[in-house]
């Protein structure tokens, strides 16, 4: 693990909400909380309170509203929007400085698990899906040792606010997400029938790509020396924090990034090209259990991994490119139309209101966006 890193322990015996969505992935999460998790809980000492999920936004609003202070820490036994909806159910809260303290638990329950893939990799353990990932993801909850996990904040065009664990996405990997809802019962294998299927219709969109790179961009020569605007401060000096931010309650500053009504500073790249298959901004590691999309990032590097793939790149590549990703190769292809850029921040101003953006698995309006 990364030096600096720090590990908290929950305490023993430990009490746990466990917010569970029965419809999730094939529809199997419940028996499998009961079969697989329960009793290695009991055994640790963890005590569970079962909260089940009933429509859409329950768990949102449960974790916006509720005195959380009986649980010592939050168990998401679902996919990844379930987890979407918990955190930011608990950013809209006035003490969120505070409940963000507390630890949040994934356990794999959804067709979608990237972040329990994440964690699973993240903790060194080998290539696992299904009953092993979840018996993974559950061995660390009973060991009970928790540390830091970056948020990205994402705001939109017509002043939607949300916060983000994994990754957003525009084109044809948001597509396949959103396409493939209604295979959700094959669990995994969604993915991979969604994913041919928009390969055969494949569609380009137009738009503008900007970022702020993390640190010196990897294979451009090194900007002249007078030009080059050192990024150790975190820019935070160039940007005055708006009015009023240091208020109770007020959410935190995106000290990066101008209003989008506003060019990006000069310090920021803008991709020259403008018509892209996909862009995708993720900050862990695994796109899906079989995804392996960005091998170098860490639970809290600080770090938005940046991929875009350019127009005019083939349907065979383009599969083989998902192929490579299921061993974590894929920028090993050496694609000329597959770009990756570790970024601080990013903006994507899409030229129509085409395709579907997603924010964790979950379809947004196609309108400009930054993190």
């Keep these: ?18 917010l569970l969505n029965p419809q999730s992935g094939a529809g199997r999460a419940l028996d499998d909380f009961q079969a697989v998790v329960q009793p290695m809980l009991a055994e640790a000492d963890i005590a569970t309170t079962v909260f089940i999920t009933e429509r859409p936004h329950h768990a949102h609003e449960k974790v916006r509203d509720e005195d959380l202070s009986q649980w010592d ?4 036994m679902a996919g990844d929007g379930l987890l979407y909806e ?7 809260r006035p003490d969120w400085a505070d409940i963000m303290k507390k630890p949040l638990c994934i356990l794999p329950g959804g067709s979608g698990n990237a972040l329990a893939a994440s964690i699973n990799h993240y903790a060194g353990n080998d290539h696992v ?9 559950a ?9 830091q996990m970056d948020l990205v904040s994402l705001s939109t065009a017509s002043g939607k606010r949300c916060f983000s664990f994994l990754g957003f996405g525009w084109g044809f990997i948001s597509d396949v997400d959103i396409d493939s809802e209604k295979y959700r019962r094959l669990g995994n294998a969604r993915f991979t029938l969604g994913t041919l299927q928009c390969l055969a219709k494949l569609r380009v969109y137009q738009g503008r790509l900007s970022y702020l790179p993390a640190g010196p961009e990897q294979g451009t020569p090194p900007a002249p020396r007078d030009t080059q605007v050192p990024i150790t ?20 500053t995106d000290s990066l990034l101008v209003p989008l009504c506003q060019p990006v500073p000069a310090h920021w790249t803008v991709v020259p090209e403008e018509e892209f298959v996909t862009v995708y901004a993720i900050y862990q590691s695994h796109l899906g259990t079989n995804l392996l999309m960005a091998p170098a990032a860490q639970l ?5 991994h940046l991929f875009y793939l350019k127009a005019g790149i083939s349907r065979v ?9 299921a061993r974590g190769t894929h920028l090993d292809l050496n694609c000329p139309h597959l770009c990756y850029v570790p970024v601080r921040a990013f903006r994507l101003e899409p030229r129509t209101a085409a395709g579907i953006m997603t924010v964790d698995g979950e379809a947004l309006a196609c309108e400009a966006v930054q993190g």
């Excluded at 092993?132 to 993801?137: A, E, G, I, V």
């Design 1 to 18: 693990s990364p030096p600096g890193d720090s590990y908290g322990v929950l305490p023993q015996p430990c009490r746990a909400l466990v």
């Design 73 to 76: 820490t939050l168990v998401v």
């Design 86 to 92: 918990v955190v930011n159910g608990l950013m809209e």
């Design 129 to 137: 899906a299904k009953k092993k990932l979840l018996t993974n993801c």
């Design 139 to 147: 061995f660390i909850l009973c060991k009970g040792l928790h540390t």
């Design 233 to 252: 401060n975190g820019q935070a000096g160039h940007i005055p924090p708006p009015a009023g931010t240091d208020t109770p309650g007020a959410l935190p």
């Design 300 to 304: 809290h590097d600080g770090c938005i």
């Design 317 to 325: 590549a383009l599969l083989k490119i998902f192929l490579a990703m």
